[in-house]
Antibody, heavy 120, light 111 residues
Framework: QITLKESGPTLVKPTQTLTLTCTFS??????????VDWIRQPPGKALEWLAL???????RYNPSLKSRVTINKDTSKNQVVLTMTNMDPVDTATYFC????????????WGQGILVTVSS | QSVLTQPPSVSGAPGQRVTISCTGS?????????IHWYQQLPGTAPKVLIY???NRPSGVPDRFSGSKSGTSASLAITGLQAEDEADYYC???????????FGGGTKLTVL
């Protein structure tokens, strides 16, 4: 059974750096074809894909956020970490991590999400 | 503005059939890239409803079906039930952006 869970701060100040951790089970990020993505959703708004890391350390980023976002993995801990710099109130959103498979281009398992509020 | 365009809302009475459209472009749906659909119940994470244009994961009722033609796709729900009231999102990959993209979402109201 695949599960994912997001953790991190629920409140950050403007200009600060956000670090979120996705801890997963039921799969290994060292297995061929496996990927973990980050997706966010501002309150009442649509989903937005942020970043992806594959089993082979290939990383993909949303071009609109590429300069601010970094994704890394710790295979031994079954964790993926998202870092987003220079946070702004418009970045207030629920942040989800999700499992994907190379070549299939969709997100088949999702974490419950974590609401991050950016406010001074 | 989302790369994929969906109607903001649709509604239908119990037992009826509704469809939700998703319009893209030549760099995503029109490029032959698959469309996927998610259902998001209030306060929960999205759940994949249709993948690869027409495929249902195990456990998804056959009341839900997907289709694709040209630069557009549709999600059809037959035999509408109260529990279907949710937000629905289409999703694809855009080859020009090099990014996974979502529609703006459609809120389904069961009257």
């Amino acid at each position: 059974q695949i599960t994912l869970k997001e953790s991190g701060p629920t409140l950050v100040k403007p200009t600060q750096t956000l670090t979120l951790t996705c801890t997963f089970s039921g799969f290994s990020l060292s297995s061929h074809g496996v990927g973990v993505d980050w997706i966010r959703q501002p309150p009442g708004k649509a989903l937005e894909w942020l970043a992806l890391i594959y089993w082979d350390d290939d990383r993909r980023y949303n071009p609109s956020l590429k300069s601010r976002v970094t994704i890394n993995k710790d295979t031994s801990k079954n964790q993926v970490v998202l870092t987003m710099t220079n946070m702004d109130p418009v970045d207030t959103a629920t942040y989800f991590c999700a499992h994907s498979t190379f070549g299939e281009l969709y997100f088949d398992y999702w974490g419950q999400g974590i609401l991050v509020t950016v406010s001074s | 503005q989302s790369v994929l365009t969906q109607p903001p809302s649709v509604s239908g009475a119990p037992g009826q059939r509704v469809t939700i459209s998703c319009t893209g472009s030549r760099s995503n749906i029109g490029a032959g890239l698959d469309i996927h659909w998610y259902q998001q119940l209030p306060g929960t994470a999205p759940k994949v409803l249709i993948y690869g244009n027409t495929n249902r994961p195990s456990g998804v009722p056959d009341r839900f079906s997907g289709s694709k033609s040209g630069t557009s796709a549709s999600l059809a729900i037959t035999g509408l039930q109260a529990e279907d009231e949710a937000d629905y999102y289409c999703q694809s990959y855009d080859s020009s952006l090099g990014a996974w993209v979502f529609g703006g979402g459609t809120k389904l109201t069961v009257l």
